[in-house]
């Protein structure tokens, strides 16, 4: 059976993909866009079985923290910029 059958013959829901590791963003772009255009949101590419809090959303996995978590930061790099006349508020936390 070609995978137009298959694809036919069962619902969104039941369809998924996993992007692995070695794939370009270009590929991984297309295959969100093939999952999408079959209406299946089961797009993955964590093959590690990390989890990921959906309840963070973003913050589960960017590493970014908060202003107010920045005091807790080991180290802060910051590069072209000067956060004392840039952003004070930020500024005073790094300082504290």
């Given at each position: 059976a070609s995978i137009k059958d298959a694809?036919?013959?069962t619902t969104p829901e039941k369809i998924g993909?996993?992007?692995?590791d070695l794939a370009a963003v270009e590929e991984i772009f297309a295959l969100k866009l093939l999952m999408a255009s079959l209406g299946s949101k089961n797009t993955d590419c964590r093959q590690d079985g990390a989890a990921l809090d959906p309840a963070l959303g973003?913050?589960?996995?960017?590493?970014?923290?908060?202003?107010e978590g920045i005091e807790q930061?080991?180290?802060?790099?910051?590069?072209?910029?000067?956060p004392r006349f840039e952003a004070?508020?930020?500024n005073a936390r790094i300082r504290k």
């Open positions: 694809v036919s013959k993909a996993i992007a692995g973003r913050a589960s996995y960017i590493f970014n923290p908060t202003i930061a080991d180290a802060v790099l910051i590069i072209g910029a000067n004070s508020v930020l």
